[in-house]
């Protein structure tokens, strides 16, 4: 891992997620609950190959997520958030917020935004809960 400018949490941050990118997958991730390269590839924001495998390996090399191999398809790996991956969930929560509010055309769905607004920390423990359960959507 490379060594950051300075020691600013600002700073911190931004030497992990300067770019659009490394959102989207942590997004896709945490809301779509989407585990391989091949899902990730297929995201709406049209991800070029070399980046996609770039950012994945930043975030692994910073411990944000994690890399196995499917155990039904070992030619495939699973992408999945650590325990500093989950903890993103509120600033993604609150980004979500902010674009919804301020994005005449956002997709978010309004009765989402309305329920992050109403009790966050509510929302927080759903999504949680949800990506330890395959068969639950978190975006209802």
């Known amino acids: 891992m490379k060594t950051n400018r ?8 931004l030497e992990i997620f300067g ?8 997004r896709d991730l ?7 390269y091949g899902a990730l590839k297929n995201s709406p924001e049209g991800i070029a190959t070399n980046i ?12 944000i997520i ?3 191999q499917d155990p039904k398809n070992t030619k495939v790996y699973l992408y999945e958030l650590t325990q500093k991956g989950i903890d ?3 600033v993604m929560l609150e980004m979500s917020v902010w674009g919804a509010t301020y994005d005449a055309k956002t997709a978010a769905p309004p009765t989402i935004i309305k329920r992050i607004k109403k009790d966050r920390e509510a929302m927080i423990k ?3 809960a949800a990506l330890k359960n395959p068969q639950k959507k978190i975006i209802k």
């Open 6 to 13: 300075s020691h600013c949490p600002i700073n911190f941050a």
């Open 19 to 26: 770019d659009k990118w490394t959102l989207l997958i942590i």
């Open 30 to 36: 945490i809301f779509f609950k989407k585990k391989t």
């Open 52 to 63: 996609l495998a770039n950012r994945l390996n930043l975030l692994e090399d910073t411990g």
């Open 66 to 68: 994690t890399k196995r």
């Open 88 to 90: 993103l969930i509120p």
């Open 126 to 128: 759903e999504i949680k």
